[in-house]
Each structure stands twice: as structure tokens, then as C-alpha cells.
């Protein structure tokens, strides 16, 4: 039809003498870098053809960002930090936590664009666990796609330390697979509770609070502790977990005494604990009910009850005392970190970023957990325990044994447990 319709015009443009029309070229003004010249040669009598011919000059384009022009790559951050004066380690609205100083020290040495900072989820974001506020971590792991081209991941750590506050340290860094997720593959993460030695003897005990523990007080404590290894309900030791849920049985793999170093002048101790998950508020509530146990104020057949679908109420230890202590990635390392070939590492700390680790941990950690504040609210929260109703039945917070006469509070189940909501994981 194309050419029927050819052949007929062709003709008529023959009859008129005219040449066919060519279609009509989109033409743009020329830019002003070939213009103007052109007009001032012409202005002097000169020829313009050779300033027409010319290739023009383009304006210089702006400099992208120093991120955009990088290759994306997983990257795998090994962090320490003091919980002090945050609000846990997830960003949450209105409050400041240690996840929004990562991510803008992250965007501000050019490992992420700053119009991804409020975006955690386009930057593949994830943590391997999540602390509560006031909760410290000696080796957490963070991953996230991270704008680092073929530069060294050795880099990382550096211009991220140099954005950040003194009392948050990126220890390490490593490349990973893409598929890689610090939630999923950690095989399991260990905590520690910190505590004066005192905390674990009856409150009329004659001991000096200068002592430490004895050999046979330790043995005592790690009796008291191996109760919570294996798999238990754990629905007493959060909030808003009903018992018959999947999400409130845990796996506990070791719960013992460590030890600490001193502070203030007193001997402190470690309750180490270590298990696949935790949930939340979980292992604050596993301290204080140890604490209440070694001090007499917890029968044997109450706990025992707390660990099945029986409702008790668990007293919460203050969370200045606590850390993670480090994360395991043993599968991980095994099947994919040890392939040098492809420039991926394990997430084990060598030992000179151990080394780093614990001076970060006896500056910036230690002083935290020793100071007078919170020695003040540790015996505050001490003096609260020893009236503190372990009763069947009653509200998740506790509280101090009712007066005669008085009705016990928060009899009523918590709403999210009747209406079977799962309680927010700790990690």
C-alpha cells in the first residue's frame, strides 16, 4: 500500500516541476558556546563556517554523588556500642537510636545516597540483633548494600569510625554473599548480664560486699542457672506471647557464670547466656529471676511453674547490665566466608579486632555499667525485689506483695496474649 500510495504522488510532483519535499528536520538553537562566537565573527567581517564547524563545548555536567558513581556491593559491618542514651538499637520515630548514627555516618562517607537514609528497607538493611534501650553490644552485626565500587573493604571501617561518635565503633567490615542475612544465618548470640557479686547472696548475708564469690558460691549460681537449658515456654519471660504459641518456646544452649572485672572498687560477675534467639526482655527477666533465687525469695516449685504454660509474674532487671556479648556465624563461615576467591570474609573477629573490641568495651562500656547511677538504681531495683509478689495469675509487670485487704493487680491476662499477637522478637 506504501508504494501504491509513492507511486501516485511521485507523478504529480514531476508535473510541477518541483522537487519533493523533504520532511521537515526538528532543529534545536544552536547552544550558546557556538552562537555567540559565530555572531561576533561575523560582527568583524569574518567567515562564521570555521566557528560553526567547530564541535560545540558542553557545559561541564554537575559531579554526581560520590556514592552513585560506585558499584554496589553486601557488605557485612561488625559494630560495638553503648546503649547509654539511646533508645535500643532500631530506628524508631521521635526517639534516637544507634541504627539512625550508622546510617547517616554511612551516607556521610559516601557508602550510601542521602536520599536513602530514611529508606533502611531500599538500602537491604538488616541486624542481626536488636537491643533494647540502654542495652550495650561488644559485636553486633549489620548488613546492607553499601556503595564501595573496587575500593578495599578495609575502608569501611575507617571513613565509618571517622563519621561516627566516640561511643560507636565500627570494629569490622566484610564483603558477603548478596543472599546474605545477619538475622537469619547467626547460629546464635551470647549476652551478659554484669552484676556485683553481692547481688547474688541473701540480703542478711554476713559476707562483705568487697568478697568475691567463692568456688562453691559459683557452683550454687551455675546450678541455679542450668534450669533455663533446653527448650522451654518462655511466655512468663516477655510480654504479649500466650503460651500456646509457637514464638514462645526458646532454645537455651549455655547459662552460667563468667567472670567480670571490678568495678568501683567491687567484684562483679557475668550471667552468660547463650541461645539461638531471645525474645524480648527475655534474658533481663532470666537475671532477675536467678538473682531472686540465689537471695531466697523464689520457691523452687514457683519457677519451675514459670517455665510452663502457667501464668507468673517476673520481676524485670535493670537493663544497664546488659550486653551482647558477640554473635556466631559458624555455618556461614564454614560454607561461604572461606572463600578467598571471592573476596568474602568470616564474621569471626581476628584477634587484633578483639583486641579493639575490648578497649572499646573497658572505655566506653565498663565506666557505664560502674557508674554511681546506676549502682544507685541497681540497689534501688534490689531493695523493690525483696517485696516484689511472685503470684500465679497476675500482671506481667508484678509489683510489690498487696496490703490485706487490697485485690492483687492485673489479674486479667494482657490483651495481645488473649487475642494471639506475637510479641516483638528481641533478635
Known sequence: KMDAETSQKRPLAAA????PAAPEAKRSAPPPSVAAPAAAVAAEGGSALAVSDAKPT?????????????AKRKVA????????????????????????????AAAAAGFVAPALVADLQALWWCRCARTDKGVHALSNVISFMCALGEEPIEVVAARMNAELPDAIRVLAARRTTRGFDAHKLCDSREYDYLLPAQALRPLDSLIAETEPLTETEIVQVDGLLAAFLGTHIFHNYTSGLAPHMKQAQRHILEAKVAPAPSLRGLPYVALRFKGSSFLIHQIRKMAA???????GLLTEERFRESLTVAKVNLPIAPPSGLMLRGVQFGHYDKTFGADKTAARGVMALTEAEEAVRDAFCAKRVLPVVGSEENATALRSWLEFLQTYDFLRDGNEQGGPRPKPGEAKAGEAAPAAAAAGQAAPLHN
Request: no cysteine; hydrophobic share 40%.
Open 58 to 70: 558542553a557545559a561541564p555536567a554537575a559531579e554526581p554523588p560520590r556514592e552513585s558513581r560506585k
Open 77 to 104: 559491618m561488625i559494630v560495638a556500642y553503648s546503649g547509654a542514651g539511646y533508645h535500643g538499637l532500631q530506628r524508631n520515630p521521635n526517639v534516637r537510636a544507634v541504627e539512625d548514627e550508622l546510617v547517616e
Open 289 to 295: 529471676v536467678t538473682i531472686a533465687r540465689a537471695g
Open 16 to 19: 510541477t516541476g518541483a522537487e
